[in-house]
């Protein structure tokens, strides 16, 4: 069974930091395309960054909202995918999602609110 | 950035309609197209990729279809299990871009 778990999420100031973490199984993780989309209390869906697997140079892309200040990694020996995010603002106050693909296997989602 | 025009925003539906939501990308996107469906708590629900294949679980009703840059989703005779927000995807080319939703409400 697919299973994406993500944690990490929590209430910080702006101009903190968090890294959001996302544990996964039941697929080969070293072969996978990571996402991570995020859903604003307004509900609207922002694709946020991705990394492509070890054969495509780990290659990383990322929304222009978040460049420079978010980092997507990933560790393979430990199936987990993680968001670095720095210099946080109260608009990247959402529920973030990690997804395999933006296929059919998405986490449940952790809450992240930023907020003086 | 492409982008992904959604409509209508909110609908209302009977159980004897056939209800389309459409999106419109602002360039070709060559069916790179998922359509989503999300219920209250829940993470979005793939229903249909490449524009017009069924995701695996997904009941018949639902179908994708294309138009140049337009793409749809139909559901036909649809439950009321079908309620939701419904959201269209591009991942044609980064950054990838959702539509803004559209709220359907089965009466």
């Known amino acids: 069974e697919v299973q994406l778990v993500e944690t990490g999420g929590g209430l910080v100031q702006p101009g903190k930091s968090l890294k959001l973490t996302c544990a996964t199984s039941?697929?080969?993780?070293?072969?996978?395309?990571m996402h991570w989309v995020r859903q604003s209390p307004e509900k609207q869906l922002e694709w946020v960054a991705q990394?492509?697997?070890?054969?495509?140079?780990?290659?990383?892309y990322y929304a222009e909202s978040v460049k420079g200040r978010f980092t997507i990694s990933r560790d393979d020996s430990k199936s987990s995918v993680y968001l670095q995010m720095n210099s946080l603002k109260e608009e990247d106050t959402a529920i973030y999602y990690c997804t395999w693909g933006l296929g059919a296997y998405w986490g449940q989602g952790v809450m992240v609110t930023v907020s003086s | 950035d492409i982008q992904m025009t959604q409509s209508p925003a909110s609908l209302s539906a009977s159980l004897e309609e056939i209800v389309t939501i459409t999106c419109k990308a602002s360039?070709?996107?060559?069916?790179?197209l998922s359509w989503y469906q999300q219920k209250p708590g829940k993470s979005p629900q793939l229903l249909i990729y490449?524009?017009?294949s069924l995701a695996d679980g997904v009941p018949s009703r639902f179908s994708g279809s294309r138009s140049g840059t337009q793409y749809s989703l139909k559901i036909s005779r649809p439950q009321v299990d079908d309620s939701g927000i419904y959201y269209c995807?591009?991942?044609?080319?980064?950054?990838?871009?959702f539509g803004a939703g559209t709220k359907l409400e089965l009466k």
């Open positions: 990394i492509k697997a070890k054969s495509n140079n780990y290659a990383t």
């Open positions: 490449d524009a017009t």
């Open positions: 995807l591009q991942s044609y080319s980064t950054p990838y871009t």
């Open positions: 360039q070709g996107i060559d069916d790179y």
């Open positions: 039941g697929f080969t993780f070293s072969n996978a395309w």
